[in-house]
């Protein structure tokens, strides 16, 4: 997950509108969207301004951003499609693959290179 989608998450968790978000966070609807779509970052003074609108912590954001978040943060639907699924799938694996080993961390990338060539 990265930061746009962390925000959407929350944003969506917390049953905010886009409009009223970017209102309180000094901004429009679009760079807001586009934000939340990835297709632009934000400044950290925005991201501030935004972390406030939504009453969080910028660091709740990139704790999220970065797998490191509650799973409370994941909003209600959130999961529901194919490509929610895989971010949270990632988010967990990437949870796990940061708490092994240097060694473990090799065998776990042998283990997926040989699940990956026994899918047809």
Do not use: W
């Amino acid at each position: 997950m990265d930061i746009g989608q962390a925000i959407n998450a929350i944003r969506k968790r917390k049953r905010q509108k886009l409009d009223a978000v970017a209102y309180v966070a000094g901004t429009n609807t679009g760079y807001l969207s586009r934000i939340e779509n990835n297709n632009s970052k934000p400044s950290l003074a925005m991201l501030e301004q935004i972390a406030a609108a939504l009453d969080t912590p910028v660091s709740s954001i990139f704790a999220l951003a970065e797998g490191r978040g509650e799973t409370a943060e994941i909003p209600p639907g959130f999961g529901d499609s194919e490509a929610d699924t895989q971010a949270i799938d990632l988010v967990q694996l990437r949870q796990n693959f940061r708490a092994l080993t240097p060694a473990n961390r090799r065998i776990a990338v042998e283990l997926l290179k040989a699940l990956e060539r026994t899918q047809a």
